[in-house]
């Protein structure tokens, strides 16, 4: 087993977290290159998990950003798709190896316009190191047996903590409620040996669940596979465990800089130097009461 500078073992966060038997570490490999945009993911999330449609529980909010009308993570928006419109050269045939989709068919061989979209659908990281976790004062966020990180609402008392404790921003408190709120992975249906319903709903394989291992053996060779077909900007983000955050339970595919999606380019958990500063505070607090001592022995 590797060891993390600061936190130890990095490969089984249910482990560490006190489950002595517990299922595989489960996540999500979510391949950028083949989504078409199309939301399933969201409304599946948004329907399976009771999540309210916008703040106020009626209808979309419309950004004027293309057809993003989620615009980002939140308390609701467990799942959101990202349109980016980006200028490119022309460039040589690249086949992307699209699916072929109720016959419809996205034609992805040919030049490429001046302009391409980048589509995503971003999703709680689920890290090995969560921020969140670390800093919740009432334990209302728990690390499931799947490795998986939890918000217990009947616990939760909306202290806010776990928003400014996570990396990615994606956190949030709900308005008029006051609790946090954040993809479960769907605890519930793991239970049942169900697949999250966003997987299940993505009709290109765009968002792939199962045993982590097994995603970063597939997402790799997928890299392998785009390089070879000249897609030489392809590359993995959040698969790393040597990572800032030991590795996300949820990774992606892109096919640009993870600023161009809204990302950070290399995330850290806040909570990652609260070890060493404990230790600091404690051998200064040490060092005075030395000092008080020796001051008080010397006066007597």
């Known amino acids: 087993m590797r060891e993390n500078s600061f936190y130890g073992p990095l490969e089984d966060p249910a482990g560490d977290a006190g489950y002595s038997e517990h299922p595989q570490r489960v996540g999500f490999f979510t391949d950028t290159s083949v989504c078409i945009g199309c939301k399933a993911c969201e409304v599946a999330c948004k329907e399976w998990n009771e999540v309210p449609v916008s703040g106020e529980g009626d209808g979309f909010n419309l950004l004027g950003m293309s057809f993003d009308n989620t615009g980002e993570l939140g308390a609701n928006s467990w799942r959101h798709v990202a349109f980016i419109e980006q200028p490119v050269p022309q460039r040589e045939t690249v086949d992307l190896g699209m ?22 659908s971003d999703v709680c990281k689920h890290c090995t190191h969560a921020g969140c976790l670390d800093v919740c004062p009432t334990g209302a966020l728990f690390r499931t047996e799947f490795s998986t990180v939890v918000v217990q609402q009947d616990i939760c008392n909306g202290c806010g903590y776990c928003v400014s404790g996570c990396p990615y921003g994606v956190i949030e408190r709900r308005e008029g409620d006051g609790r946090a709120w954040k ?16 997987a299940k709903a993505c009709p290109t394989d765009s968002i792939q669940f199962g045993p982590l291992d097994e995603l970063r053996e597939r997402a790799a060779l997928r890299v392998e596979q785009l390089h070879e077909r000249g897609v030489s900007e392809a590359r993995l983000y959040g698969h790393d465990p040597n ?15 993870p600023e ?13 130097d609260a070890a060493a500063m404990w230790r600091c505070a404690g051998m200064a ?3 005075l009461v030395g000092i008080a001592v020796s ?6």
């Open 99 to 120: 699916p072929d989709i109720g016959g419809a068919g996205i034609d992805m061989v040919g030049e490429r316009p001046d302009f391409r979209w980048l589509m995503s």
């Open 183 to 198: 993809c479960t992975l769907c605890y519930d249906r793991l239970h049942d040996g169900l697949e999250p319903a966003c």
């Open 243 to 257: 990572d800032g955050v030991g590795g996300d339970g949820a990774f992606f595919l892109l096919l640009d800089e």
């Open 260 to 272: 161009v999606y809204g990302l950070p380019p290399d995330p850290v958990v806040p909570t990652r």
């Open 285 to 287: 607090a040490s060092a």
């Open 295 to 300: 001051a008080f022995t010397r006066r007597s």
